[in-house]
């Protein structure tokens, strides 16, 4: 059964293109293309020597500029009748940039290489067209040889002296060969058409340099989009760390510290003002969440503007501030929301860290420029809120440059890199925790304390992570009771603190902490921090394979 589809398939493949209707649109295309080609080349060829004759004076150059881009544009009909009837769809190449100028824009229209190959489009068509008309003519000669016999029975006036072939055998010799040049024909017209489209493709189409100019626009339109998209992400998480989060660890510590008056057996009057706090901060924050779902950004700045919304954002402000903003009318929205959010960050900085009591922001303009400028009465000290490390960075410094300061970090992530410089060039008067910890308000403030005398204090999340960098060579010979007890000793727990956390008497975690000593290769240091020690003395000995370990990553924002 195969074998007899395929022959099916092979004799009825000659005859196909005269089953298929787009080789009768092709043959209308090619016995057109001489004559719509003799009436382009007269009228553009004419409207060329007019330019060229008077390119002497000021006329001639703009009317041969203005002939290129007539042409060009008119090329389009061409491109839509190989899309009809050769069933070629062709790009249009994209359009010329004109600059400014009056001579300017003629050079331009002169140099357009893609307006000169319409123009020689326009005169190569009569001759290939004459090609096409040839191979269209063949084509036809055999459907009328074909249908000889139907059209001498009807005209045979008109058949002339072929109306002596009347004999049968003359008939079906004449349908024979008609229908042999007729099968050709349509293959004929196949190859005229497809050199037909090759010369619409070439000559109408866009040229490799347009389409590597379209290449390099969409690779630099794409790189826009994600650097759009890098900075949107970067400005979602900065609100989001100076609005939201600010506002639920405040949340946190007011329960905190409503719990602990409660759990000490305080009256609930006592609690009841820090709970209200809490209500009224959940409050603001379930607001910013709106705002950052609605536009990521407060509403009113897209439907009533910069000076609404910044009245709505100094209402929520707890130190006064007078704003001005003069704008002759509103700027675009991406100036609006930048304008907005560096004085939300300005702002924000001023309540923390300056102390002041009176705060201005002024708006206006400067040409196509916006110019923002907040000032307060108070004593600065508020680092620029550039959302990187600089915060880490900053603490640092100030640890090597004041060795005898007492410093606790509160970050939002565990950033290993800094955590094991600082803790690899201290063992004392330093801390690492992370913002949600100050929500557990005794266990903070006892970090707080333990830091205030001489001591560490290390979040747990900050010593899993690092900790859990170094589960290779003698760290492995500790069992995993040892290493819990490790992780509580860096944390700064006592050894009841540490026998209570994991429900063991005082005697076993003498020994834990004895073979941890041991199996680390640690001498006891006989100071009162050698819990402490034990974990920092570690990373101090690993601190340059710890670095060696780490990619190379841009710093993420803080």
Known sequence: MIRLNRLASGILRPVRPLAE????????????????????????????????ALAATVVGLPVLGEVVMITRAAMGLERARARALLGVAVDAPPSPSMPVGWWSRIKAMLGDRTGWRAVGYTFVLPFSGILGFTAAAIWAGGIAVLLYPVWRWLWPVQAGSYGALTGVGYLVGISAAGLVLTIAGAWIVRAAARVDATLVRGRL????????????????SRAAAVNQAAQERRRIERDLHDGVQARLVALAMDLGMARQRIESGEQPEAAAGLITQAHEEAIRAVTDLRDLARGVHPAVLTHRGLDAALSALIARSPVPVEV???????????????????????????????QANHATVAVHSAGNMVIVEVTDDGIGGALPPGQTDEGLRAALDLHRSHPALALLILSQYVEETYAAQLLAEATERIGYLLKQRVARVSEFLDAVRRVGEGGTALGPEVVAQLVARRRTGRFGELTPREQEVLALMAEGHSNAAVAARLVITGGAVEKHISNVFSKLGLHDSG?????????????RRNSDAYHAEQPRQPSGPR
Do not use: C, W
């Not at 189409?205 to 630099?220: E, V």
């Not at 050698?530 to 920092?536: C, E, G």
């Open 21 to 52: 209707g787009r080789t009768y649109t092709q043959a209308i295309d090619l016995a057109l293309d001489p004559f719509i080609g003799l009436a382009y080349s007269l009228v553009f060829g004419f409207l060329l020597l007019l330019g060229l």
């Open 205 to 220: 189409g866009p040229s490799p340099a347009d389409l590597s100019r379209r290449m390099d626009a969409l690779k630099a």
């Open 324 to 354: 001005d903003v003069s704008l002759p009318q509103r700027p675009p929205p991406v100036l609006e929301t930048i304008a907005y959010f560096v004085i939300a960050e300005a702002l924000t900085n001023i309540v923390k860290h300056s």
């Open 527 to 539: 100071g009162q921090h050698r819990r402490v020690l034990a974990v920092l003395t570690y990373l």
